[in-house]
């Protein structure tokens, strides 16, 4: 039967742990199966699509837990992957029978989903270091709404972009920690099996339903669960790029670690974000070169601010 099924189409899982990329703390998201599952129940979800990153890990497993648990039994859960192009942007894939290395072409992984009858969609496509851009058009579809893009201009570029292009639009939670799943919801007019719901997709037979941004608590978290477990990850990074700054990051890691509950983390907070919105702002706006950013230059990126 026909009916409008309220899907979760960004989300990752502990499954991406170790799969995210070199440029990327290895530790990405601390969601269990269990959790995932119950807040998938918690948020009516009718369509879960486990989206890790580079990796098709974490759906097999989520299957296998769901069979096995009765309450979960109105659920059903999709493959999907969330894929790093050559560039260092993503593009998720749906409905894979077979894992899409990472690090090809953006033509090359389209290629590839379409060899597997998948769909495409450009997520978060504006965003400051991991964005599509205008190789969004490409996808079959459009995230024009990321719940974790709290610059705010990457989002409302997106919204442009995709109003300009006519593009098949739908909304993302990019959740990587539990409270975050259903935080963006689509409706999907389609049977609740994968081929029809893939199809459904391409024929843009899906809207969006909710669309709320990421609280700061939430975003705080997550980046306390990648801190306190990437310290490794953490030198290699500040050698490789950083080095005349090493003494002053280990030290900053140290005060970290013994005030991480202090409200001077909250503050500094507040100003990363104020930074980041600059910067989003003159890059999606000013005509800034979008990849400055990722030059991982400090006085570059201090200039972008001021």
Same mark, same amino acid.
Request: glycine share 4%.
């Given at each position: ?55 098709l ?8 837990? @769901?069979?096995?648990?009765? +309450?979960? =039994? ?8 969330? #894929?790093?192009?050559? !560039? /260092? ?7 894979l ?65 995709a ?7 739908i ?38 339903? @909710?669309?709320?941004?990421? +609280?700061? =608590? ?5 980046i306390?669960?990648? #801190?306190?477990?990437? !310290? /490794? ?51 999606n ?22």
């Amino acid at each position: 039967m026909i009916e409008m099924l309220r899907t979760e189409l960004h989300c990752h899982n502990i499954f991406s742990n170790g799969h995210v990329g070199e440029l990327e703390p290895p530790c990405d998201c601390n969601v269990t199966i269990n959790e995932q599952l119950k807040k998938s129940l918690h948020s009516k979800l009718d369509v879960l699509f486990v989206t890790n990153h580079n990796t098709l890990d974490g759906f097999k497993q989520m299957v296998d837990y @769901k069979n096995n648990h009765a +309450k979960f =039994s109105n659920l059903n859960v999709y493959p999907a992957e969330e #894929i790093t192009t050559d !560039k /260092e942007a993503h593009v998720l894939v749906y409905g894979l029978n077979e894992e899409i290395k990472p690090h090809q072409t953006i033509d090359e992984i389209l290629d590839a989903a379409k060899s597997q009858d998948a769909v495409t969609i450009a997520p978060h496509p504006f965003s400051l270091i991991d964005a599509l851009r205008d190789d969004s058009l490409k996808c079959d579809l459009f995230e024009v709404f990321n719940s974790s893009n709290i610059d705010i201009y990457s989002n409302k570029k997106a919204e442009i972009f995709a109003k300009d292009n006519n593009l098949i639009t739908i909304a993302g939670s990019d959740s990587h920690i539990a409270s975050t799943i259903g935080r963006c919801t689509n409706l999907i007019d389609s049977e609740n099996n994968l081929d029809d719901i893939l199809y459904a997709m391409k024929k843009g037979k899906i809207s969006i339903e @909710k669309m709320e941004y990421v +609280k700061r =608590s939430e975003v705080l978290e997550h980046i306390q669960y990648k #801190i306190e477990n990437s !310290k /490794e990850y953490i030198d290699q990074y500040v050698k490789e790029f950083y080095p005349k700054y090493l003494g002053l990051f280990n030290q900053m890691y140290k005060l970290y670690m013994l005030t991480r509950k202090s409200f001077i983390w909250d503050v500094a907070f507040k100003l990363a974000i104020f930074g980041l919105r600059r910067i989003s702002y003159k890059i999606n706006f000013e005509g800034y070169d979008p990849y400055a950013f990722r030059t991982r230059d400090i006085p570059t990126i201090t200039k972008m601010i001021f």
